[in-house]
């Protein structure tokens, strides 16, 4: 078993790595951090906590220590659930001994840093290498993108690698469990959607072409086509719901497009990785499908459902479909862990 | 004053014509039509009222009749907001004799019949005279688009009159109201949306480009860029939200697309029409709007308010925004009695 | 392995009995019956499944058939999930030659029928051999409460067998998911409650005197207390919550409320059933719990969970407490599967 | 014209006062302030605007001062729409110079401070008097209850003066906008609705009794019945429901509780008050009203609307009945105005 600790383990996030380490074959939870006004208290008396499947007893009395690399010992890997500015400064003090796999947006961006969806560009890990190189570090960062991204790009890899993609566009409706319990006012949302997401759309934009480029001589070239996004928050829990439209260079029909995603798989399948789903698309064929309460905990949050894949009816390659994904479970908390998985089977 | 029945009054789309023809200066109310069920009854007794405002006194006391033309007399003009399989039937029967301004779908892509929004292509109404010549009526039908085309097509006319636009892509967001009272279960919208309205995209698709064509010679000619849309119900009352994406043939900038929009009028501006709102489009510059509940009573509800106008990152002759129109006021009741206004006017 | 049918399949409901029984170590499903619509189809085919957790492989090839005891044999136990007009009429049939536990209400208030929750009144199964001797039947109904009722009556027995009650006051706020999958309008709950649930009221004032009472030579005689009820539904999927106000002739205090809802036990707990929660009745202490999305899957949603509970003011004989229960599952599938259990164990 | 002043102009219930005091004939809007924050500020820039009516041009331009009194001069009354800790102390600076009409609850229980609905107990004003004596101040602080009870209250003060009443149970349904802009998150809210709201049952049982009850010698004597209250916020923007049982000494009829509170009017009334709703009491006969969306906006959001007036069963002076009341209208800017247009008229 692989000691592990979960940084800004009360908030949401934190919450879903607990929820699905609780019974992890490999990792086991040592140590939980969060600010100081938590440091001290038993995880159960400084956490509330909001998902429906209720906290694990294994973590109730584990005492919740201050984020700090001092504050923790004998951790092997540690995840992090930090917000964008905490994680900027604590992430390079706790890889200096310690493996990170971390969901904040703090260092996705790094050139020397791996930004990876273990289906998608796994050989971006060999950064690693670079990362410790260039730092001095014993451990290292790995990150996930954000959770719009992630459900897209599983969604564009396969067609990616079989068609020539010319432009796609992306039209959000998320869930607001991706602001965090305290980020959307219900007075926003009830009766009301907010077009508006800080930072969304750029994330979309740079980091898809960005997970789909080349990594040659330790330089990541991101790929080339146009990529452009809206974003918006709808009155959903959990489960993000993306529009896509995709310009291709040639002709194709509906099913190629659809057996393309069905039949993707990658790495983490051929490895059997624990949290890896069967099929990291699923597609399916009613038509008002994918819905995201109904869709979101497909193989366990871990896939993504794509629906309505449909011709435009002008042009030929140009293609239409609806995707969900869970955005705290394949697009966070999830994410980071099959990140580790991966990690701790190949390196 | 010009008398004035609403064929299928009891709906929600029938509510909406008797809020917004209570006080009209040149229309009065004389008839009612619903089903052979409410045939009979005082309207008071017939129907239940949806409307925040409440049934104006005038309405309640007016007895209703059966959908029929032998059932009403005295009639200049009649609104329809009958169901299409109904308003194939019955519209028809009412022309003869009748203006009918219709938002039923039924007839608005017959070759002889005028689609119209008025700030957008007035001209078509000279269709009038080739639909009676045809038909022999001394009536006639006039038509306005779907709801989520007329938004759309309020904002995309005066950047086709400027611009050389390439294609568009549209993803809505829509109120549950477009489906009617019974319409969409709460089931399918608490913690939930549904990425399909049945024929909608296709009315979008084909609508649009319909009102931004050339009428020659008695034969529409559509636009010929392409438009791609996607729809989605969401749980918002009244108000439909769309994301729409621009491929324009040259470069523009944020500005010249903002003030494109913002001071677009047309004709019903210029004949000071009672419903015509001062701008068709209202541009607004925070950053998280336009949202349903706070935008979509902009001028009573007659105007499209648009924000988050932005480039492409690759691109700059691509461009985003957002918009929202009222979906039972512009988008419906309200279209059909500015095109009788129109009518009223001119002919 | 007793071989079990489901009469209305199809539905919310059946729905449930289904996820339920999937996996039941004593119940196995043989049967599913609906309208004639679905007969002669697949279960997958015939169905639009409305859960989140997907369709259980194990259905999804059975061949569904008419709502008919000539359609199924070599049935122990039909679970009915039948509307109550079509219950009325079937049941009875059924009865004749199988056990019929049931969820609808046609049935209820018959003299010789049992109406169980089996922590409160498993006594009352001795109806059963009234019923067969009334009836000339083989088999026998049994039936369960309203999911208001079930929820409230197992909070009321552990004080009623304490304390003695004059008086009880509930509001409740209850799910959609209780009217069926199209029974309350999104219009009707998007920034709305509907204060009225047809007949609701009805059946938890008189279930709950009828569950609390004594059967003697055969003949329930219900407690006599007064239950007054308020009903409204709100924007929630699942989980009804209500207040209860109670007024008792003695004074109590706070703590011996609450242990005594929270050591509440009943026979299904003695015998170990395997649908039995440990706790009825869970009671938490946070000042803002119980809430439905949090608390309706405790114990797989088989337990109530009480909080809130207080003294009023001015007396120290009333309290007040906030409950929690799932509605389709507790009060509901669940209940005719515990009473089936019971069934089986002591029949 | 008497001059105004808004505290606190900038939040929910200042925005409601804003657009209630716009048209007003007697009031005319002539300083705002808010906190340090936004003095200093346009009106229009220093607030986020959230009603669905447009923000008033004349305030637009107004820069907003300090919540002190030596920012404002020329001033007779002030609202209050601050918060309950800034209240208690600003508030009694302001009285010393300015009439104070406030919807906070800092002060509303002070023995010296009349609690007022001009409807029920306008009589209280004769506090005024005992309140500058005892602090020696030229102005003076009036306030209204709390937005439940004042709801609450008006449908009772009929009953009360017809009959004996013995027990109010009430179980309210309370709009996110009562709770703040930001009051509650929306995880709280989509799917779920919360059993707890800081303070406001002891609001209501305590604010009710006073209200009802008798000022002799500048003493109030509260009523003496009681009062009990459990508090839930649910998914609605605006407009508070109510589930109320009353117990009564004596026997009653349905048409006689309806009567008495339909036929119900006050001293507002008599005097044709600007704000007073010709009825303060409006009851609706329909099986499923009041519903919030549906009548929150009754007389300009001015009444409480009634509905489901009913009997117990088992007791001939047991009722129920529903009521919807406007929170932030009727429950607090609204109830504000009414009382300082009261105080104009008659002092």
């Not at 939980?32 to 038993?42: C, D, E, I, V, W």
């Not at 509906?254 to 069967?278: C, N, R």
């Not at 869970?326 to 908390?333: E, K, P, S, V």
Request: charged share 25%; with cysteine.
């Amino acid at each position: 078993m692989v000691n592990v600790g979960i940084l800004g383990a009360t908030g949401m996030v934190g919450q879903r790595f607990i929820e699905l380490l609780d019974q992890h074959p490999n990792f086991n939870i040592t140590a939980l951090t969060a600010s100081q006004r938590s440091a001290g208290k038993r995880y159960e008396d400084a956490t509330t906590w909001y998902l429906d499947n209720k906290m694990p007893e294994s973590v109730r009395d584990i005492v919740v220590v201050d984020t700090d690399p001092s504050q923790v010992d004998d951790l092997d890997i540690v995840f992090s659930a930090l917000p964008s500015d905490t994680a900027a400064k604590v992430e390079p003090e706790f890889a200096r001994s310690h493996i990170v796999a971390s969901n904040a947006s703090a260092m996705r961006m790094e050139d020397d840093v791996p930004l990876v969806i273990p289906e998608v560009n796994p050989e971006y890990l060999d950064l690693i290498e670079v990362q410790q190189k260039n730092r001095g570090w014993d451990g290292f960062i790995v990150t996930n993108p954000n959770c719009s991204t992630i459900a897209l790009t599983l969604t564009l890899k396969p067609l990616y690698d079989r068609f020539d993609i010319k432009r796609v566009y992306v039209s959000t409706m998320q869930a607001v469990s991706g602001a965090g319990y305290n980020g959307v006012p219900s007075m926003a949302i009830v009766d009301n959607l907010v077009p508006f997401i800080g930072e969304e759309e750029e994330k979309i934009e740079t980091e898809t072409l960005h997970l789909l480029g080349d990594l040659e001589d330790g330089v990541v070239t991101p790929a080339s086509f146009g990529v452009s996004a809206s974003c918006h928050r709808v009155a959903v829990v959990d489960g993000h719901t993306e529009a896509v439209f995709i310009e291709m260079e040639d002709p194709a029909d509906v099913e190629e497009i659809e057996s393309t995603m069905a039949d993707f798989t990658g790495l983490p399948q051929k490895l059997d990785l624990y949290s890896a789903p069967k099929n990291p698309v699923v597609v399916r064929s009613e038509e008002n499908r994918p819905q995201p309460r109904m869709d979101r905990n497909e193989s366990g949050g871990m896939s993504v459902v794509v629906g309505r894949v449909r011709q435009d009816v002008a042009f030929n390659n140009s293609f239409r479909y609806v995707l969900v994904g869970h955005n705290t479970i394949r697009g966070a908390a999830g994410a980071s862990i099959l990140n580790a998985e991966l990690i701790n089977e190949i390196l």
